[in-house]
């Protein structure tokens, strides 16, 4: 599997010593010195100046270390979080044109609707195999349509079959602008965004992340007055240069995010700046028709298990509805759960 350097930082040696070491061979040091110079012994005690010097030499030199390693402006704690890129990050390749038609296949049986967001990732799989990448280049996909479509699982879909983590992120229920980039400290909620803290958990750095619903965040305002929108701070992961150098405002170094393949899905464009759609130019789709929930619900039913006449049941209640356009994924999904509780409901004595 391919690994990348993921972060822009120069790791210190494995063996550092640490501080109490330092202090330990400046002490000795301090001894043979005095020995050299003829001191009488009770000249080799230690005393409460020298420990002084000697421990801000020792502060000195790792703070040295710290500085040249592009991480001295952060704590022990963070350093120790970081550590998880010191070998880089690895890639989830998709090494031949075989493969890649393979996974657009398993997409477009499971989902046949989606078969526009589908081609375009088939697409770009095969030219990431061409061009040679380690890895696919996805570009950013915005998949706009009526709700209940099943957007966001077709981009857990595609996560399972590029065999890649993927991290959603509800646009609608947290401030989903700190919840993708991150905050600095002095906000509230500082921290390293969720993309960033997925790949640290897996340490895969081509993950599908999701952002659900996005027309629908919300600013976040500081103390201070600053606003911050969803759509501005995803400008730079939506650029592949700006991407691979992307400053994380909680760890004030650089990481290269220009791997991961993002998903954004919205029921329609109201609030969505230019520059964003200039990036990732939306693709829209449909309301399902019955047939396309009769699909679904054949596949859906057979992965688990479920008899033809109860997959045949739940045919004849989709076949039953006046406008299918308002069925959702999740409306069917629900009647398989009903079916398939009750085909395995237990034997009451």
């Known amino acids: 599997m391919p690994r990348i350097q993921f972060i822009d930082v120069t790791f210190p040696p494995s ?10 061979r400046l002490k000795r040091h301090l001894h043979q010195l005095r020995l050299k110079k003829g001191a ?19 502060e000195a030199y790792l703070n040295a270390i710290a500085r040249a390693s592009g ?20 890639l989830k390749a998709v090494e031949t044109e075989h493969r ?19 081609e375009r990732v088939w697409k770009d799989m095969r030219a990431s195999v061409r061009n040679g990448d380690p890895a696919p280049r996805l570009r950013p996909l915005l998949l706009v349509g009526p709700p209940g479509i099943g957007k966001s699982f ?61 027309e629908k965040a919300g600013i976040v305002e500081s103390n201070r007055g600053q606003r911050f929108s969803l ?4 400008l730079p992961f939506l650029e592949r240069f700006t991407a691979a150098k992307w400053s994380c405002p909680y760890y004030r170094v650089s990481f290269d995010m220009s791997w991961i393949a993002w998903v954004m899905t919205a029921n329609s464009l109201n609030g969505l700046p230019a520059p964003f759609l200039s990036r990732c130019p939306p693709i829209h ?54 079916v398939d509780q009750a085909i395995h409901r237990p034997v009451l004595h």
């Open 285 to 338: 789709l449909s309301a399902l028709s019955a047939e396309d929930l009769k699909g679904f619900a054949t596949r859906e039913g057979a992965r688990r298990g479920l008899p033809d006449d109860a997959i045949s049941a739940v045919h004849e209640v989709v076949a039953a509805i006046d406008k299918p356009q308002l069925v959702s994924l999740r409306s069917v999904v629900r009647v398989l759960d009903a």
């Open 154 to 214: 077709w981009a857990r879909l595609l996560g399972d079959k590029l065999l890649v983590p993927t991290t959603v992120i509800e646009a609608t229920g947290e401030p989903a602008a700190f919840s993708v980039t991150g905050s600095q400290r002095g906000w509230g909620s500082a921290g390293p965004g969720k993309p960033l803290e997925g790949i640290m958990a897996s340490g895969i750095a081509n993950p599908v992340v999701v952002v659900d619903e996005i």
């Open 40 to 58: 009488a012994r009770e000249d080799f005690m230690i005393e409460d100046s020298d420990r002084i010097k000697i421990r801000q030499r020792a």
């Open 100 to 118: 890649a038609d393979e996974i657009a296949s398993a997409l477009h049986t499971e989902m046949p609707w989606m078969a526009e967001a589908t």
């Open 231 to 234: 759509s501005e701070g995803m």
């Open 15 to 24: 063996n550092l010593p640490s501080s109490f070491d330092i202090e330990s």
């Open 71 to 90: 991480m001295g402006h952060l704590d022990k704690g963070d350093r120790k979080r970081l550590e998880v890129f010191r070998k880089g990050a690895e």
